[in-house]
């Protein structure tokens, strides 16, 4: 507990852009063939140390197989919202589930360079408290520390629907579910809120056994992963209304709702569309009844190539699908970022009209059947992948792993784990930094950032800019 | 106690009159709350004979919940289930769970015993009125200083200051009031005897 709030605690988004800039990003590592222990890299990303673009510091966990991938902080601007009583926790405590063995690290930064593990849950503790499995997005809020998973109970997560379990924010101790009414809820992915308007919104990939083995294309061609958006009163936790996007917009992802909480709309990633392959954007919307809507703002094309240069998942399709696998949205809310894993580009879309976006930079790096190079004249294994941006909008950070196995089955000839960072003109517009390109040990992939002091997906206001 | 609720509903409406509205809504949260806690002791009053026992026990009380707040500053976390739409809920379900309403008790009792010297002559039910009407009057001069010394933060960030002001200005006081429990119930215990 501190005296006054964390110097990291911002009252409104603007404050959030307005404070220093990040010196150190946290970026997960993954072992793809379960061979080493996951681990988290810290890396420098201050211009003017001695080894900046490097990575400074090395947290190996003690175990094999968790497959990390998305983590979180144990609290973040939220807790400025005198609701909830929790303004003067530090933001301290990095929240890091395997997304395949069920465990969670709490991991201890306040030295980030001695980075430590503070705590661990066992699977079987997360089981046995939730029925819930496959634990991914992490969000600090109202009541705690909130979880959401991928799995239900079971050996294949498939007994029982997934969804979100609560965390005691200051002793990490695992308080139970949710939801006390889910509605249609089945499958579930990311989730997001606006605070001082009591809502929630979440969102659906697949079942473990959809994903854990590869992606399943029979699954996918019958419409088979998810394809809805889940709208919820946050503090009865209760689904008051779920909107299908259509059941050819399979896997509904990543929920990037405005940073201010005065606006009251957000966006969706969809992957693919079964009947063209392309990839999209949905901008959902609050109406003045208090319901919600969502429409198709963004569509990008696959590009034709030859069957012989795909593989084999697409040679059926001569076509390589853009794969809208992250978005993210600057604390202006003027940028998203749409990271295009299959193309292998990084677009930037002006979304100040949240209705009628416009793209505004683009990026080529990586990519299905066209491996495009860094600047700097080395490869990019896979795609963009996920992507952060730094909290004055000026820096976006990105890695190249999806997920082990499907990585294998879009790019077979592909390994390694790569992070690069573009600068953002002052216009808009989107650049690759040349001397920024980190290259993570041998037999490590790379996958969520998280920024020190909050970024664009961390960090929940409670206040509107004004 | 809540003042930044009351510029965040201004922000989120566009409007000063939502600031207003969330002051008042938190103001009556608070007054229910020193309502709630002060009227039992009023009716516990008309048993004068006892007077001086059920003081040294509302200060035994008050040393008990500040001793319990100084070890367990843990935030109540059913505080965090309460919508904001409603604020004069959570206002008085934070004023209970501090125990603002307790702090007064001892307050109260020491202007009750001050105005009624010869209370032994006085009519049961006219003592009862007395009583509550002190007990009144207590709460309503409390909740007023509160509003007020909350408002004008709020109407200070809300105009001129800016929301900097809120991370700038707030300061953990936990253990600063927790101490205050227990130091006003030793207090009293000392009057007392």
Redesign the interface.
């Known amino acids: 507990?501190?005296?006054?709030?964390d110097?990291t605690?911002?009252?409104?988004p603007k404050?959030a852009m307005e404070a220093p800039a990040e010196t150190l990003a946290f970026t997960l590592m993954l072992s793809a063939d379960g061979s080493q222990p996951d681990g988290l890299a810290v890396i420098d990303v201050d211009p003017k140390s001695g080894t900046y673009g490097q990575i400074v510091h090395q947290l190996i966990m003690p175990n094999k197989g968790d497959e990390f991938h998305h983590f979180g902080w144990n609290a973040c601007s939220s807790a400025?919202?005198?609701?909830?009583?929790?303004?003067?926790l530090e933001r301290r405590y990095l929240i890091v589930p395997g997304i395949r063995s069920s465990r969670i690290y709490v991991i201890d930064v306040k030295e980030p360079l001695k980075a430590k593990i503070h705590k661990i849950i066992e699977p079987e503790e997360v089981f046995a408290k939730t029925g819930y499995s496959r634990p991914h997005t992490i969000h600090c809020g109202?009541?705690?520390i909130y979880v959401s998973t991928l799995g239900g109970g079971g050996a294949d997560g498939t007994d029982g629907p997934p969804g979100i379990f609560i965390m005691d924010c200051?002793s990490f101790d695992i308080l139970g579910r949710y939801e006390m009414d889910r509605g249609q809820q089945d499958k579930h992915y990311d989730f997001w809120w606006n605070?001082?308007?009591?809502y929630m919104v979440s969102s659906e990939w697949g079942l473990p056994p959809q994903f854990e083995n590869g992606l399943v294309a029979e699954d996918l061609l019958s419409n088979k992963y998810g394809h809805k958006i889940h709208f919820w009163n946050l503090?009865?936790r209760r689904n008051v209304q779920t909107i299908d996007l259509g059941e050819n917009h399979q896997m509904a992802l990543e929920i990037r709702p405005a940073h201010d909480?005065?606006k009251d709309y957000g966006f969706c990633g969809v992957v693919v569309d079964t009947t063209n392959l392309q990839g999209a954007i949905f901008t959902w919307w609050r109406k003045a009844d208090g319901t919600f809507e969502a429409r198709k703002t963004i569509t990008i094309d696959p590009r034709p190539e030859k069957a012989e240069n795909l593989p084999p998942l697409l040679q059926g399709f001569e076509a390589v699908p853009p794969l809208v696998t992250d978005i993210d949205l600057s604390l202006d809310d003027k940028y998203l970022y749409v990271a295009c894993w299959g193309l292998g580009e990084m677009h930037q879309y002006d979304v100040s009209d949240p209705m009628k976006p416009k793209l505004a930079g683009k990026v080529e790096i990586g990519g299905i059947a066209r491996g495009a190079k860094h600047p700097n004249g080395k490869p990019f294994a896979f795609g963009p992948q996920m992507v952060e941006i730094s909290r004055d909008g000026k820096r976006v950070y990105w890695t190249n792993s999806l997920y082990s196995t499907w990585d294998n089955q879009f790019y077979p000839d592909d390994d390694g784990g790569q992070m690069v960072m573009a600068n953002v003109g002052a216009n808009g517009g989107l650049e690759l930094d040349k001397d920024f390109y980190i290259e993570f040990p041998k037999g490590y992939r790379s996958h969520q950032i998280r920024l020190e002091g909050g970024d664009c997906s961390t960090d929940s206001f409670?206040?509107?800019s004004? | 106690m809540g003042w930044p609720l009351a510029v965040s509903a201004a922000l989120m409406d566009r409007t000063r009159g939502s600031l207003y509205r969330a002051l008042l809504a938190l103001a009556v949260g608070h007054l229910l709350a020193m309502v709630a806690v002060l009227f039992p002791f009023s009716v516990l009053l008309f048993l004068a004979e006892w007077q001086r026992a059920i003081q040294t026990g509302a200060a035994v009380l008050l040393i008990g919940l500040g001793t319990y707040l100084i070890f367990n500053r843990r935030h109540p976390r059913f505080l965090a289930r309460v919508p904001p739409s409603r604020l004069a809920l959570w206002s008085f379900l934070a004023a209970m769970a501090h125990g603002a309403g307790l702090m007064l008790v001892p307050i109260y009792l020491g202007i009750c015993r001050t105005v009624e010297t010869d209370a032994g002559h006085a009519a049961a039910s006219d003592l009862m009125a007395g009583n509550v009407g002190i007990a009144s009057l207590v709460a309503v001069v409390h909740t007023l200083a509160m509003t007020l010394s909350g408002g004008l933060f709020a109407v200070g960030v809300y105009h001129w200051l800016g929301l900097r002001f809120l991370t700038k200005s707030w300061f953990n006081l936990d253990l600063v009031w927790a101490s205050s429990l227990v130091l006003v119930g030793v207090i009293s215990l000392l009057v007392i005897h």
């Open positions: 507990m501190n005296l006054r709030p110097p605690f911002h009252a409104t404050l400025l919202s005198p609701l909830t009583g929790h303004a003067f109202p009541e705690g200051e605070l001082p308007r009591d503090r009865e909480p005065a409670c206040y509107p004004v």
